[in-house]
């Protein structure tokens, strides 16, 4: 599976606006990468597919989360979670991805995790801040990203923490553990 195939790919099967979404993710990912040494390639892989599932219907995601054992939790929280690692599985059967993680770049892009990769992280953020996203926090971590990965993944995650309290809505644990896990490293890094 090449670029061109997985762009051909998402691009019929996801609406226009959500296909010009992940192009806007493949730039900044491509921008993140280079800025950070990570591999393009691979960076611009996983953003190209990180939404591939985010017009599956529920059912059929419930089904492949069932049948796939995946996280038993996710069906007790919102179906919005779901699109990730649903996704992460088609990446894998449909588009024969092999690197896992590109997998867990897609699987973990809605949620984080502790210990995310540098590679998950980019595609965390892109997620984020790519061109189309025009509220005031993307604007300001957009410029973060580029100076200091770390505090824009702190940021992030805090504004979706927030973001979904505002909204009464449950936390996935994932996400709980991400925000931990970055403040673990940040009061870490200062004794180093
Ligand atoms: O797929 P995108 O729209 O590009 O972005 P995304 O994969 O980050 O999905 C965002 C949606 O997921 C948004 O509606 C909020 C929701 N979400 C993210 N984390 C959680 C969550 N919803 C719940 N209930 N709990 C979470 O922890
Ligand atoms: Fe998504
Ligand atoms: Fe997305």
């Given at each position: 599976?090449?670029?061109?195939?997985?762009?051909?790919?998402?691009?019929?099967?996801?609406?226009?606006?959500?296909?010009?979404?992940?192009?806007?993710?493949?730039?900044?990912?491509?921008?993140?990468?280079?800025?950070?040494?990570?591999?393009v390639?691979?960076?611009?892989?996983?953003?190209?597919?990180?939404?591939?599932?985010?017009?599956h219907?529920?059912?059929?995601?419930?089904?492949?989360?069932?049948?796939?054992?995946?996280?038993?939790?996710?069906?007790?929280?919102?179906?919005?979670?779901?699109?990730?690692?649903?996704?992460a599985?088609?990446?894998?059967?449909?588009?024969?991805?092999?690197?896992?993680?590109?997998?867990?770049?897609?699987?973990?892009?809605?949620?984080?995790?502790?210990?995310?990769?540098?590679?998950?992280?980019?595609?965390?953020?892109?997620?984020?801040?790519?061109?189309?996203?025009?509220?005031?926090?993307?604007?300001?971590?957009?410029?973060?990203?580029?100076?200091?990965?770390?505090?824009?993944?702190?940021?992030?995650?805090?504004?979706?923490?927030s973001?979904?309290?505002?909204?009464?809505?449950?936390?996935?644990?994932d996400?709980?553990?991400?925000?931990?896990?970055?403040?673990?490293?940040?009061?870490?890094?200062?004794?180093?």
């Open positions: 599976m090449n670029r061109e195939e997985a762009l051909a790919h998402v691009r019929e099967v996801l609406p226009e606006q959500r296909y010009i979404h992940t192009i806007g993710v493949m730039e900044t990912a491509k921008a993140l990468a280079e800025k950070y040494g990570e591999n390639e691979q960076a611009e892989m996983a953003a190209i597919l990180h939404d591939m599932a985010k017009h219907s529920r059912d059929d995601m419930r089904d492949i989360i069932k049948k796939e054992q995946m996280d038993e939790r996710l069906l007790l929280f919102h179906h919005e979670l779901w699109h990730a690692p649903v996704g599985y088609l990446a894998k059967v449909m588009m024969a991805i092999e690197s896992q993680d590109i997998l867990n770049a897609i699987r973990f892009h809605t949620t984080g995790r502790a210990g995310m990769s540098l590679l998950e992280k980019i595609i965390y953020l892109s997620d984020f801040i790519e061109p189309g996203r025009k509220f005031p926090e993307a604007e300001e971590i957009r410029k973060i990203a580029f100076t200091d990965l770390e505090k824009a993944m702190r940021k992030t995650v805090k504004q979706s923490i973001f979904l309290m505002d909204k009464k809505a449950r936390i996935f644990p996400t709980l553990e991400c925000y931990n896990d970055l403040m673990l490293q940040k009061e870490k890094s200062k004794y180093e």
